[in-house]
Antibody, heavy 115, light 112 residues
Framework: EVHLVESGGGLVQPGGSLRLSCAASGFTFSNHLMNWVRQAPGKGLEWVASIKQDGTEKYYVDSVEGRFTVSRDNAKKSLYLHMNSLRAEDTAVYYC????????WGRGTTVTVSS | DVVMTQSPLSLPVTLGQPASMSCRSS???????????LNWFQQRPGQSPRRLIY???NRDSGVPDRFSGSGSGTDFTLNISRVEAEDVGVYYCMQATHWPPWTFGQGTKVEI
């Protein structure tokens, strides 16, 4: 069975940093583009970042460009999101999603940016 | 960027009755390979999103057949033939034709 498990969320002060992880199982991780999608409290879904299968191409929503970095380790079947210069508006549940068409999602990890 | 617009934003439903919601895109979602990459997701209260429908009308494994998707070009519909209590939640459409960025609709909240 396909599983995605996010971790690494927490409370961080504005301007701080955090690294999220997503552990994948049940499928050939290296064959799939992977995504991060977030959901602010009481709001809808917002795509954040994606990375192609071999990690050579990465894509970001404008609001995180230059602050967030998506990466992956295919040997460890893991996806990462390095978040720097965090702002209050980055507060959200962060989900990882499998594939271009986001066929499978994890349960999410909560990031709270507050002083 | 492709803008996805859903309506209504709130949909009161009656158990056992049909329900329908709409999703419109700001440009055609037909890809160069002839496919239309429009997906529907369900998010039950307190849960993560789950894909229900891919490529307009294809149900994911385990999705009840009371859910059906239709549409073409820029206009799409998700139908529930007979609403059950477990269908309460928010439904999102998402386009995966013109990426990046991937874009979602605002969501339709289904409540009894």
């Amino acid at each position: 069975e396909v599983h995605l498990v996010e971790s690494g969320g927490g409370l961080v002060q504005p301007g701080g940093s955090l690294r999220l992880s997503c552990a994948a199982s049940g499928f050939t991780f290296s064959n799939h583009l992977m995504n991060w999608v977030r959901q602010a409290p009481g709001k809808g879904l917002e795509w954040v970042a994606s990375i192609k299968q071999d990690g050579t191409e990465k894509y970001y929503v404008d609001s995180v460009e230059g602050r967030f970095t998506v990466s992956r380790d295919n040997a460890k079947k893991s996806l990462y999101l390095h978040m720097n210069s965090l702002r209050a508006e980055d507060t959200a549940v962060y989900y990882c999603g499998k594939g271009i068409h986001m066929g499978v999602w994890g349960r999410g990890t909560t990031v709270t940016v507050s002083s | 960027d492709v803008v996805m617009t859903q309506s209504p934003l709130s949909l009161p439903v009656t158990l056992g009755q049909p329900a329908s919601m709409s999703c419109r895109s700001s440009q055609s979602l037909v890809y160069s390979d002839g496919n239309t990459y429009l997906n529907w997701f369900q998010q039950r209260p307190g849960q993560s999103p789950r894909r229900l429908i891919y490529k307009v009308s294809n149900r994911d494994s385990g999705v009840p057949d009371r859910f059906s998707g239709s549409g073409s070009g820029t206009d799409f519909t998700l139908n529930i033939s007979r609403v059950e209590a477990e269908d309460v939640g928010v439904y999102y459409c998402m386009q995966a034709t013109h990426w990046p960025p991937w874009t979602f609709g605002q969501g339709t909240k289904v409540e009894i």
